[in-house]
């Protein structure tokens, strides 16, 4: 019996320590510390601009934690005269015939160095609608604000544009949630602010091929209008659709400078090299991903602020149905919160600032995800690693993407400056050091090395070009890669650029390790190297000849 009763207490002290373990392994959180209490809370200001706060104060004078109602607060404290998006919502339902045209939507993206598929859009861009477009496009684009209202339902706007053209809206509800989450809150706007600038780039290179260089700037203005207002709503999406504008831009710009250099003068290239210098910063985006995992975290956790089993299982559901929404609020302050979320929090603030300053030239090796991860899990526990898994961005992919806008940004820039010293001087710069001083407002670096990008002037003009992955100068060859294209019976080989992989140098060791030869070539930034015309597939044919 003795010998049992020993037996019992050692299991249950084993037992007691397993769960002793258990706890402190996956449910304990450090308390935080008085100096972590102090930095646990973003400088909002950096997400919303200083225009308004999370905090939504109530007509008693006390605040409750409602950013899309404080957002649109502010919105609505803004005349509508000064609103891009009412504008652009009308001219997207005016004009569907235009913009919904299968041949227009296929082909959009194209220049004219590719004349099989241009002369598909070509006509379209010249008719009188399409016209007509381009100028209400012109017209949004020249207000400050875009004005779209965040909300979980159908904005005002395009309620009052779809009545108007007789469309049913299957999401409008007259009495909207009045604190919906953020993570729920969909913007309409930034597929329209897309679709608007690519086809005013579309309208650009249709003028300068007819001899209209101040048109051609005129549009991308506006163009680059659009990509900054993309911006307005604090999460990474915009920003990363604001990039992919910028691309656009840059890509028509180059296209112009290689194809019809001969047609810009000086106050040209000067409006062109103002476009390229607007701040490419992506600080809005990644403060206000901090800002949505706030917003987030205060509808999983209980009504005290602690995270459970329950906010795991909740957020899974919200993840997998857009029918789900997300629980209120809790209005707590952030330094009242549980200290699982507390520390989720700082934890995320913090991989979040380290990103938004490794976007920024010149590039270092990013937060690795897989890193942070393993980061949370040591110090947090199980179920807010589940919880952060799940919220968190692809952090390596939005910091390269934001680098490459900046990078070609800059390259596009250096391409201009050259233009405008030929005018002044009869001959493009020979070096760097040749350009005159005030010809470069944004300092010509390469996100790889710290140092100058590579300046060579050839037989066909400026060459600006980035090392790339492998640090090593190559002249400016370019990457490429192959492609098959065309009909499945008749498919050819097609070149297209290759962008850089943004190897860290110990991933560029390994690779160069395995196979010396895998890495060869530079990122050649200018001129911009497009994709070699393909021929017409099936599909682009039966579009083409479809009804």
Same mark, same amino acid.
């Given at each position: 019996?003795?010998?049992?009763?020993?037996?019992?207490?050692?299991?249950?002290?084993?037992?007691?320590?397993?769960?002793?373990? *258990?706890? #402190?392994?996956?449910?304990?959180?450090? &308390?935080?510390?008085?100096?972590?209490?102090?930095?646990?809370? &973003?400088?909002?200001?950096?997400?919303?601009?200083?225009? +308004?706060?999370?905090? #939504?104060?109530?007509?008693?004078? /006390?605040?409750? +934690?409602?950013?899309? !109602?404080?957002?649109?607060?502010?919105?609505?404290?803004?005349?509508?005269?000064?609103?891009?998006?009412? @504008?652009?919502?009308?001219?997207? =339902?005016?004009?569907?015939?235009?913009?919904?045209?299968? !041949?227009?939507?296929?082909?959009?993206?194209?220049?004219?160095?590719?004349? $099989?598929? +241009?002369?598909?859009?070509?006509?379209?861009?010249?008719?009188?609608?399409?016209?007509?477009?381009?100028?209400?496009?012109?017209?949004? #684009?020249?207000?400050?604000? %875009?004005?779209?209202?965040?909300?979980? /339902?159908?904005?005002?706007?395009?309620?009052?544009?779809?009545?108007?053209?007789?469309?049913?809206?299957?999401?409008?509800?007259?009495?909207?949630?009045?604190?919906?989450?953020?993570?729920?809150?969909?913007?309409?706007?930034?597929?329209?602010?897309?679709?608007?600038?690519?086809?005013?780039?579309?309208?650009?290179?249709?003028?300068?091929?007819?001899?209209?260089?101040? /048109?051609?700037?005129?549009?991308?203005?506006?163009?680059?209008?659009?990509?900054?207002?993309?911006?307005?709503?604090?999460?990474?999406?915009?920003?990363?659709?604001?990039?992919?504008?910028?691309?656009?831009? @840059?890509?028509?710009?180059? +296209?112009?400078?290689?194809?019809?250099?001969?047609?810009?003068?000086?106050?040209?290239?000067?409006?062109?090299?103002?476009?390229?210098?607007?701040?490419?910063?992506?600080?809005?985006?990644? =403060?206000?991903?901090?800002?949505?995992?706030?917003?987030?975290?205060?509808?999983?956790?209980?009504?005290?602020?602690?995270?459970?089993?329950?906010?795991?299982?909740?957020?899974?559901?919200?993840?997998?149905?857009?029918?789900?929404?997300?629980?209120?609020?809790?209005?707590?302050?952030?330094?009242?919160?549980?200290?699982? *979320?507390?520390?989720?929090?700082?934890? #995320?603030?913090?991989?979040?600032?380290?990103?938004?300053?490794?976007?920024?030239?010149?590039?270092?090796?990013?937060?690795?995800?897989?890193?942070?991860?393993?980061?949370?899990?040591?110090?947090?526990?199980? @179920? &807010? /690693?589940?919880?952060?898994?799940?919220?968190?961005?692809?952090?390596?992919?939005?910091?390269?993407?934001?680098?490459?806008? $900046?990078?070609?940004?800059?390259?596009?820039?250096?391409? @201009?400056?050259?233009?405008?010293?030929?005018? !002044?001087?009869?001959?493009?710069?020979?070096? %760097?050091?040749?350009?005159?001083?005030?010809?470069?407002?944004?300092?010509?670096?390469?996100?790889?090395?710290?140092?100058?990008?590579?300046?060579?002037?050839?037989?066909?003009?400026?060459?600006?070009?980035?090392?790339?992955?492998?640090?090593?100068?190559?002249?400016?060859?370019? !990457?490429?890669?192959?492609?098959?294209?065309?009909?499945?019976?008749?498919?050819?080989?097609?070149?297209?650029?290759?962008?850089?992989?943004?190897?860290?140098?110990?991933?560029?060791?390994?690779?160069?390790?395995?196979?010396?030869?895998?890495?060869?070539?530079?990122?050649?930034? =200018?001129?911009?190297?497009?994709?070699?015309?393909?021929?017409?597939?099936?599909?682009?044919?039966?579009?083409?000849?479809?009804?």
């Amino acid at each position: 019996m003795k010998k049992i009763l020993i037996i019992l207490g050692v299991l249950l002290l084993l037992l007691f320590s397993a769960g002793v373990f *258990a706890y #402190y392994k996956y449910l304990y959180t450090k &308390p935080l510390s008085k100096a972590e209490l102090a930095e646990l809370t &973003p400088d909002w200001d950096q997400a919303t601009g200083g225009n +308004w706060s999370p905090w #939504y104060e109530l007509d008693d004078g /006390t605040k409750e +934690w409602n950013p899309t !109602r404080s957002f649109n607060a502010w919105l609505e404290s803004i005349p509508d005269d000064d609103k891009a998006w009412p @504008i652009l919502v009308d001219a997207n =339902y005016a004009f569907s015939d235009v913009l919904d045209d299968k !041949r227009y939507s296929t082909f959009a993206d194209m220049l004219p160095n590719d004349a $099989e598929r +241009w002369a598909i859009i070509e006509p379209i861009l010249k008719s009188e609608r399409a016209q007509q477009l381009t100028t209400q496009f012109q017209e949004a #684009y020249d207000k400050p604000v %875009l004005g779209c209202e965040m909300t979980n /339902t159908t904005d005002s706007h395009s309620n009052a544009a779809m009545l108007r053209y007789d469309i049913e809206d299957i999401y409008w509800n007259e009495n909207p949630e009045e604190n919906p989450a953020l993570i729920s809150s969909l913007l309409p706007a930034l597929g329209v602010c897309r679709k608007s600038a690519t086809f005013l780039c579309a309208q650009a290179a249709l003028s300068l091929n007819e001899g209209d260089p101040n /048109t051609f700037v005129e549009l991308l203005v506006s163009a680059n209008q659009a990509a900054q207002l993309s911006s307005e709503f604090p999460t990474l999406i915009g920003q990363l659709v604001r990039a992919a504008i910028n691309n656009r831009v @840059i890509s028509t710009i180059s +296209w112009a400078l290689q194809t019809h250099p001969e047609r810009f003068n000086e106050h040209h290239l000067e409006q062109m090299k103002t476009i390229t210098s607007t701040n490419t910063s992506s600080t809005t985006g990644w =403060y206000g991903e901090c800002l949505m995992l706030h917003d987030t975290m205060r509808r999983l956790v209980t009504p005290r602020g602690t995270l459970t089993l329950e906010s795991v299982n909740e957020l899974t559901k919200f993840a997998g149905n857009d029918d789900i929404d997300l629980d209120a609020p809790v209005h707590m302050p952030t330094q009242e919160l549980g200290t699982s *979320a507390q520390r989720s929090l700082l934890l #995320y603030k913090g991989v979040v600032v380290q990103a938004d300053q490794q976007s920024m030239l010149p590039w270092q090796p990013g937060v690795a995800s897989g890193d942070f991860m393993q980061q949370v899990e040591d110090e947090l526990g199980l @179920i &807010p /690693t589940m919880v952060i898994g799940v919220l968190m961005p692809a952090l390596e992919k939005a910091s390269s993407r934001f680098t490459l806008d $900046e990078q070609t940004m800059i390259g596009i820039h250096v391409a @201009i400056g050259a233009h405008l010293h030929k005018l !002044r001087h009869g001959e493009f710069p020979a070096m %760097l050091d040749d350009f005159d001083s005030d010809l470069l407002m944004l300092q010509p670096i390469d996100a790889f090395t710290g140092n100058a990008l590579s300046y060579k002037l050839t037989e066909t003009g400026p060459l600006v070009y980035s090392v790339g992955d492998d640090r090593d100068d190559d002249g400016g060859e370019v !990457r490429w890669k192959v492609i098959f294209a065309g009909p499945t019976d008749s498919m050819v080989e097609v070149r297209t650029p290759k962008q850089p992989e943004w190897l860290h140098p110990e991933q560029l060791q390994q690779r160069l390790m395995g196979d010396p030869d895998s890495i060869n070539g530079d990122w050649v930034l =200018y001129p911009v190297q497009f994709e070699d015309p393909a021929p017409l597939d099936e599909i682009e044919k039966e579009i083409i000849n479809g009804p």
